[in-house]
């Protein structure tokens, strides 16, 4: 039942005259003087409110008591003549009491005449704030019968859409909305939930764009806040982990590549997911889709950073996709979620299938390294196979020194190495200048971090040995950006401005493993905002430019 945004079809002259009945008569109340016209339209109306708030005061399972009455009294709450504080009070009477009402056929109407105030001409704010606590009282209500479930469904929605109807709204009538949305989701939390996932999944191509941004942006707010507030955690119970988890597989082909990310982000710290490494989220996944397409491809990539320490055989859809015997494109993004793919399979790879990933992932990283004159265009791609062939070469040691000792494979890790280490200085000048006009963020931290990798792997490699201890993926933890130093003249606080050192050395990035022997940096630098994890990369380095 969505809402249309609020229209004022009155003339300047017509809202002067209709927007002073209003005076502080009561308590936190405002006083409407009744049109002369209508009396007794508005006695009876007073009457019937006067009549069932009696009957609720004592009992408010009273109100079940009066199906007539109900909605008779959301009729002339509708009506336009009936005074503005008596319309008011009518709603208040049913924001307070309405959770009581068993009566379905009473349900609907109530929504659908609330539902009418809130679209209709008449914006007074203290109209507009009741009518948006009447919705908050349908949650418990709904949570009684499935059949019912609509009710808090369809309330979470018109609540959504009056919060950002900055046009149609005043401030303090969104403000209300979310509160009661906040109550509406205490209440009855898992159709809530159901409806937001909804609004991320829901392709309403008639809509405008900037309407449809809006409820998405709203609507993954909301399940962020739903999934990290403590106050929420009680809501959680595994059926309701369960069902989320399976509507979140389910919208995934649905959203656009950062919600995906957001959304498997969601998926992967629900304690279901949590407390089994991941395990559950790409069962899901792969139970629904095959790998035969990038956009597939590209979403096996990003949750795969939330799947560890699980032994899981993948490599049957691996192969049914070709994934294991087509080589890796190092200068195409969809190479780099292939190679992100196949460190996926090497982390997770069972004792049965150790031995086979080996030799697929030694074959693609050979063939990415061809006589190692170059580096591939996108060095993700290159650090995600080095990082995937030292996890299955630690478990296969013997294999692996042999290796090491080809001196073929040798010569082409040296001649890598020495690129690396030849790129990695102008790699930090051109961030230290981003530095120094604020510019430099995640991405760039990233690229500083598959540098150190790329060169901390490959001197391993040059020298004979298999890098021992845990190396984190540069794009999976957080990185420090190189510090900009000052010259003599800065810091004693004489003599011209000095330039930044933009040669000193970078400080390494922090990586598990006795290979790196170098302390971390104390001073963190400047840090840009963290983008999601996985998010969908396009540039030289596999981020968005």
Partial sequence: ?????????????????????????????????????????????AELYAKL????????????????EVPQMFVEAEKADTPLLLRVRMLELFARHGQHLRDGNILKKVVTSLVKILSGPDNTQQLMVAAVQGIAALGPVSTLDKKWEYLSREGADVLMQVTIDEEG???PVRASASKALDTLVKTAFRSVVAKLLHWLSDDREAEEDEQLQKERRLAMTRLRKLSQTEAFRSQWTEEVQEYVLSLIIRVLSAVTAQEFAQLARIAASLPVVRDKNGLPLITAFLGQNKLNTDRTLESLSIISQYVTAVPYDVTPMLEEAGLLSTPVDGATPKGMWHAKVLLLAAKLATPEN?????????????RLLGDGSQLPEYLTTLEALLIGLT?????????????????SFTAKCCRLLSLVEKMEPLVIYAVKRMMMKSEAGVKEMEILGACHNLRLILGSFSSNHIPMGQIVESWMQKHKLPVLKRGREAQSGTGAPAVPNLDSPLKPVDVKGRDTKMARTENPGRRGNKAPSGAFPQGRYGRSR
Avoid: H
Avoid at 27 to 44: I, K, L, M, N, R
Avoid at 59 to 64: F, S, T, Y
């Fill in 169 to 171: 709204f005043a401030e």
């Fill in 391 to 407: 996890v299955l070469g630690q478990k296969k040691a013997i294999e692996f020194v042999k290796q090491l000792k080809d001196e």
């Fill in 53 to 68: 708030q009696a009957a609720v005061a004592e009992d408010p399972a009273k109100i079940n008591d009066f199906a007539q």
């Fill in 354 to 366: 150790t031995d086979k990933m080996y030799g697929v992932l030694l074959e693609q990283l050979m």
């Fill in 1 to 45: 039942m969505p809402i249309k945004k609020k229209v004022n079809n009155t003339k300047p002259e017509e809202n002067e005259d209709t927007a002073n009945p209003i005076s502080p008569a009561s308590e936190g109340a405002p006083a409407v003087t009744c049109p002369s016209d209508t009396p007794q339209t508005s006695t009876s109306a």
